[in-house]
């Protein structure tokens, strides 16, 4: 495991929830991961920093129905809903008929942890998202306890992207002499 001993973890998690999720307080975060990645402490940072309501579940996100995910954001009024590809492509084949749930409240859906597809990208912004919430595509670190790479809710999204470095992180793209390219 890594120790994460100083401020900085909570100000990284801070600013990735504020400034690339927009969460506020009077949001309702869902963040679909197991306790042993880093998804899930990151999450509980995330959301207490700000105030915002964290809900955590126990068990399988499609037990005792695949649409288990998809009642509690109807039910609670998720505003933010995060989890990996994996979980995503399960809804996208396992859920029938998603236009009976209400989604309306999600604002942002967040996705990390490995490479999403066209398909569930777009499946997420049209199906889940109404053609309406920005899909936020990250790409983190256990090592810093945040982003890397990451797209604003207020920039032009391209499918499956990640966008550009995290506020504060100085990530670039160099030749094989070092020279940014």
Not at 26 to 51: C, H, N, R, Y
Request: hydrophobic share 45%; aromatic share 8%.
């Amino acid at each position: 495991g890594v120790l994460i001993r100083n401020i900085g973890a909570l100000l990284q998690a801070y600013s990735t929830a504020t400034f690339h999720l927009d969460l506020r307080k009077q949001d309702k975060f869902l963040q679909i991961t197991e306790m042993g990645w880093v998804a899930a402490p990151w999450a509980i940072v995330s959301a207490l920093s700000v105030g915002a309501t964290l809900f955590l579940i126990e068990g399988a996100p499609d037990f005792p129905t695949s649409d288990r995910i998809l009642k509690l954001i109807s039910k609670e009024r998720i505003t933010h809903l995060g989890g990996a590809p994996t979980l995503y492509r399960m809804l996208k084949t396992s859920v029938k008929n998603i236009d009976n749930y209400d989604l309306s409240s999600l604002r942002i859906i967040f996705t990390t942890g490995e490479k999403i597809d066209v398909d569930t990208w777009f499946w997420l912004l049209q199906k889940m998202g109404n053609n309406r919430t920005p899909i936020i595509n990250n790409s983190g670190g256990t090592e810093f306890f945040g982003t890397l790479l990451c797209p604003l809710p207020i920039v032009p999204l391209k499918p499956t992207t990640v966008y550009g470095p995290g506020l504060g992180i100085p990530a670039d793209v160099v030749d094989s002499n070092g020279i940014s390219i």
